[in-house]
């Protein structure tokens, strides 16, 4: 069984940093690309970043360029998305997306991040 769980969420001020994971299991992760994808409150899903299957290429929103880094351990399983200098605006949920694993997407269930003062 496929799944994907995020940790590393919770209240933060503006200007600071969090750190998320998301756990793989169930499936090859060093085999598939993955992403990370946000849904602020009120509003649709964003797409935030996405990296290949070795880490060697990754891509970024402009909304989060510069301020966000997302990595990943294979070894470990383990997807991770590095947030500094946050905003009010990056407050959403984030989920982990496994991307064409066994002809599909796999979500994980979310962990919220709320940037206020």
């Known amino acids: 069984e496929v799944q994907l769980v995020e940790s590393g969420g919770g209240l933060v001020q503006p200007g600071g940093s969090l750190r998320l994971s998301c756990a793989a299991s169930g499936f090859t992760f060093s085999s598939y690309a993955m992403s990370w994808v946000r849904q602020a409150p009120g509003k649709g899903l964003e797409w935030v970043s996405a990296?290949?299957?070795?880490?060697?290429?990754?891509s970024y929103a402009d909304s989060v360029k510069g301020r966000f880094t997302i990595s990943r351990d294979n070894a470990k399983n383990t997807l991770y998305l590095q947030m500094n200098s946050l905003k009010p605006e990056d407050t959403a949920v984030y989920y982990c997306?496994?991307?064409?694993?066994?002809?599909?997407?796999?979500w994980g269930q979310g962990t919220q991040v709320t940037v206020s003062s």
């Open positions: 990296i290949n299957s070795g880490g060697g290429s990754t």
């Open positions: 997306k496994g991307i064409g694993i066994r002809g599909r997407d796999y």
